[in-house]
């Protein structure tokens, strides 16, 4: 009769588990899938740097001297256009990638 009222300790630990289920799926949603995103836009980040330093590389190539910082625009029409990303991101990757020649 006591079983009954109490249930068994089976359901007790099958409940315990959903519960620690369910805190898990909490925590995985507010710590984990955050941080995956930061590296996944980090990579992306890295990656646009990468192609904001070979376009402004062959633009000292394609022109001589300082002649290159005139040509900007065309640099950033350029990575805006390869990566799908907005002509302002470009601009401060193409800027950065100067300040770092």
């Not at 925590?27 to 330093?53: E, H, W």
């Amino acid at each position: 009769m006591l079983d009954f009222i109490l249930g068994s300790s089976t359901s007790w630990f099958g409940l315990l588990g959903s519960i620690g289920l369910l805190v898990a799926g909490q925590i995985a949603n507010k710590y984990v899938i955050p941080f995956l995103k930061v590296g996944k836009r980090k990579t992306y980040a890295s990656y646009i740097a990468t192609m904001a330093d070979e376009i402004t590389d062959d633009l000292r190539q394609k022109y001589p001297e300082k002649e290159w910082l005139k040509h900007l625009d065309e640099a950033i029409d350029l990575l805006t256009e390869l990566c799908e990303i907005s002509p302002e991101v470009a601009s401060r990757a193409i800027s950065a990638s100067v300040a770092r020649k």
